[in-house]
């Protein structure tokens, strides 16, 4: 026994610096892998004895590998929609199955990809084909938050998983000029579109005739899309400057031809019609309201919303990406590639919104590099071979001086 601890030390010091070079080459392999997280080598003494009759025997070290899960890699923008980038502290959730009943993983790697589905269905994953998980937008386009990870689902992203409802317009804005010059009798026809309850389009005409009265105009509103059953026919009246005095807003009631499309009540807001000495004109006008919509891409945005853009050209958050955080991350276990796992001492995990969070931020567009500084790993490498080869040296030294023994003893 005696005679094998004179090669433990040196064999437990070629074990652990080994574990420590093949550390330092899996940094240096991955110093380009987003959102990867550096793997560092200590050394603990392995001593046995230690009562008061026995003398301690030093028998050499053990390694000991940690991985520094909390230093920040830098945020580098991609200018890809699905690309994010976490700034601060914290994970985003991915799961190996899509029904969330697989293992959950934790990740900084934020580049995301469509995995599409046997029955068509598309879904957000990360580089390893783990579903990205989030919160669903509820009914009235908000999300309800909880800190669970049972509150989370896989990310749908196909034409087919959300619709943008159809809005009937409610209020509309015209910006028009009428000639105070004119004589009496004179017409402005202007035209808006609106939509009505099924998100079709429907034209509004406004006629503007001049009246005998000064600075006093009748107008009358009609649709060859429905009839207008109130608000209709008015008189607008402007003072002396051009400014208009009344109706600042005129309310007008259609029943649409349509009959699914039921009827409408529309503010038009006047106050920006003037009569002024030009022609008479038409500038602009908008109204609010919009057709349905299906989805056609998405893209994550800074509130940490997995956004949905419509092809009735509206936007709206279709799922929101919670950031995890567990009270000891140093207890995470690391699996292959960039992902981690929950181990006996982590804690619960909880989840945060990244846009209301000091812990944590989501930076969409961008990726965080890898966490490896390759100076520090290249003089590791060099101090981590000279120890190496100091091991190997002692072990030669020890072997030889058996030779000479076992020689000197025949």
Same mark, same amino acid.
């Given at each position: 026994?005696?005679?094998?601890?004179?090669?433990?030390?040196?064999?437990?010091?070629?074990?652990?610096?080994?574990?420590?070079?093949?550390?330092?080459?899996?940094?240096?392999?991955?110093?380009?892998?987003?959102?990867y997280?550096?793997?560092?080598?200590?050394?603990?003494?392995?001593? +046995?004895?230690?009562?008061?009759?026995?003398?301690?025997?030093?028998?050499?070290?053990?390694?000991i &590998?940690?991985?520094?899960?909390?230093?920040?890699?830098?945020?580098?923008?991609?200018?890809?929609?699905l690309?994010?980038?976490?700034?601060? &502290?914290?994970?985003?959730?991915?799961?190996?199955?899509?029904?969330?009943?697989?293992?959950?993983?934790?990740?900084?790697?934020?580049?995301?990809?469509?995995?599409?589905?046997?029955?068509g269905?598309?879904?957000?994953?990360?580089?390893?084909?783990?579903?990205?998980?989030g919160?669903?937008?509820?009914?009235?386009?908000?999300?309800?938050?909880?800190?669970t990870?049972?509150s989370?689902?896989?990310?749908?992203?196909?034409?087919?998983?959300?619709?943008?409802?159809?809005?009937?317009?409610?209020?509309?804005?015209?910006?028009?000029?009428?000639?105070?010059?004119?004589?009496?009798?004179?017409?402005?026809?202007? +035209?808006?579109d609106?939509?009505d309850?099924?998100?079709?389009?429907?034209n509004?005409?406004?006629?503007?005739?001049?009246?005998?009265?000064?600075?006093?105009?009748?107008?009358?509103?009609?649709?060859?899309?429905?009839?207008?059953?109130a608000?209709?026919p008015?008189?607008?009246?402007?003072?002396?400057?051009?400014?208009?005095?009344?109706?600042a807003?005129?309310?007008?009631?259609?029943?649409?031809?349509?009959?699914?499309?039921?009827?409408?009540?529309?503010?038009?807001?006047? &106050?920006? =019609?003037?009569?002024?000495g030009?022609?008479?004109?038409?500038?602009?006008?908008?109204a609010?309201?919009?057709?349905?919509?299906?989805?056609?891409?998405?893209?994550?945005?800074?509130?940490?919303?997995?956004?949905?853009?419509?092809?009735?050209?509206?936007?709206?958050?279709i799922?929101?990406?919670?950031?995890?955080t567990?009270?000891?991350?140093?207890?995470?276990?690391?699996?292959s590639?960039?992902?981690?796992?929950l181990?006996?001492?982590t804690?619960l =995990?909880?989840?945060?919104?990244?846009?209301?969070?000091?812990?944590?931020?989501?930076?969409?567009? &961008?990726?965080?590099?890898?966490?490896?500084?390759?100076?520090?790993?290249?003089?590791?490498?060099?101090?981590?071979?000279?120890?190496?080869?100091?091991?190997?040296?002692?072990?030669?030294?020890?072997?030889?001086?058996?030779q000479?023994?076992?020689?000197m003893?025949t």
């Amino acid at each position: 026994m005696p005679s094998f601890n004179m090669f433990s030390s040196s064999i437990a010091a070629l074990n652990g610096h080994s574990n420590a070079l093949a550390a330092i080459a899996d940094n240096i392999a991955n110093s380009t892998s987003d959102g990867y997280k550096p793997k560092d080598i200590l050394f603990k003494e392995l001593v +046995n004895g230690g009562n008061r009759s026995e003398a301690q025997t030093f028998n050499g070290m053990a390694p000991i &590998s940690r991985t520094l899960i909390d230093k920040q890699g830098e945020i580098l923008s991609t200018g890809r929609g699905l690309d994010a980038g976490i700034a601060g &502290s914290g994970f985003f959730v991915v799961n190996s199955q899509l029904a969330g009943a697989g293992e959950t993983l934790l990740t900084r790697a934020g580049s995301f990809q469509p995995r599409a589905e046997s029955n068509g269905q598309v879904f957000l994953a990360d580089q390893d084909g783990n579903f990205l998980q989030g919160w669903p937008a509820n009914t009235t386009g908000g999300f309800t938050i909880s800190t669970t990870i049972g509150s989370l689902g896989p990310i749908r992203i196909d034409p087919g998983s959300a619709t943008f409802a159809p809005v009937a317009t409610t209020s509309a804005t015209i910006l028009a000029n009428l000639n105070t010059t004119d004589p009496a009798g004179s017409i402005l026809n202007t +035209n808006i579109d609106v939509f009505d309850n099924t998100g079709a389009t429907n034209n509004v005409n406004l006629a503007f005739t001049k009246n005998a009265a000064p600075n006093t105009w009748d107008l009358v509103v009609t649709s060859p899309d429905g009839a207008v059953t109130a608000g209709t026919p008015a008189t607008v009246t402007f003072d002396a400057t051009g400014a208009i005095i009344a109706p600042a807003n005129q309310s007008v009631s259609i029943t649409w031809t349509n009959v699914a499309a039921g009827a409408s009540t529309i503010s038009i807001d006047l &106050s920006n =019609v003037s009569q002024f000495g030009a022609p008479s004109f038409q500038q602009a006008f908008s109204a609010n309201g919009n057709p349905s919509g299906t989805l056609s891409t998405v893209r994550i945005n800074d509130k940490g919303e997995v956004e949905g853009l419509f092809s009735n050209g509206r936007t709206r958050g279709i799922y929101k990406l919670p950031i995890a955080t567990v009270r000891n991350t140093a207890a995470l276990e690391a699996q292959s590639g960039t992902h981690f796992s929950l181990g006996q001492n982590t804690g619960l =995990v909880t989840l945060l919104e990244a846009d209301v969070s000091s812990i944590a931020g989501v930076i969409g567009g &961008s990726l965080e590099n890898s966490s490896v500084e390759l100076s520090d790993e290249f003089t590791k490498m060099i101090v981590t071979q000279q120890a190496y080869n100091n091991a190997a040296q002692a072990l030669r030294t020890v072997d030889e001086m058996f030779q000479i023994a076992a020689t000197m003893k025949t």
